[in-house]
């Protein structure tokens, strides 16, 4: 199958360097998208180096401005669609997501059509966290489960694979939300829209170099997120979301 690796970066220099030449060799052959806002460390110009080195496996999408994690995905997973590929795998550019589990993720996608990399799945696997925001990222997830009705311990995770052709049931450019929050909606509409997601167990280390986005407003954008899903669906408001293909 034909499985693209979806990275959205921001001023990740150092770490992409590293990051492409770990998900080249994996066995299973994917190709890699780069989807870069802008990022004045010189991200892109990396990228352009693995480009020449192995022509047709790298991607990059450049876009003008550092437009949010949310709709760099977007972008990405419709470049995804619009060139055909059948798998689509998501993760971070900082090591927290080991390149060694995206094939444990797409082999999961045989009993499935969504594969999340959880890290509270089978107790919690959190490395080099502070103990506040490990809490943090705990109680968020219980906080979504319990308000959305959702059975995904690790509704927050960035470390997903899809089937090509779930994505395409998902209208992009109504999706606006960022962070977390864009982690919550994209695996609440796929369940609500009868997807089989399966959790994987991964251990999920604190980034290797750079500086983390999260933010206030990204916890605050989540916290309300999970009740915008929960009205949506009792107001019977989420056909809108969704296309007939």
Sequence with gaps: MSVLVVIPTYNERENIAELIPAVLKLPIQAEILVVDDASPDGTAEEVYLWQRRVP?????????????????????????????????VQMDAD??????????????????????????????????????????????????????????????SGF????????????????????YAFQIEVSYRLWRLGCRIVEVPIIFVDRRSGMSKLNRGIVYEAAWMVWRLRLSSLLRDERRYYTDS
């Design 56 to 88: 047709g496996r790298v991607h990059l999408l450049q876009r003008p401005a550092k437009l949010g994690l949310g709709s760099a995905y977007c972008a990405g997973f419709q470049w995804a669609l619009q060139r055909g590929y059948e798998v689509v």
């Design 95 to 156: 090591f927290s997501h080991n390149p060694a589990d995206v094939p444990r993720l797409v082999a999961a996608l045989q009993e499935a059509d969504v594969a999340i990399g959880s890290r509270y799945i089978s107790g919690v696997n959190v490395v080099n966290w502070p103990m506040g925001r490990l809490l943090l990222s705990w109680l968020a997830n219980r906080y979504t489960r319990c308000v959305t009705g959702m059975p995904v311990a690790d509704a927050t």
């Design 160 to 179: 997903k694979a899809f089937w090509a052709r779930v994505l395409r049931h998902l209208r992009w450019e109504r999706i606006r939300s960022n962070g």
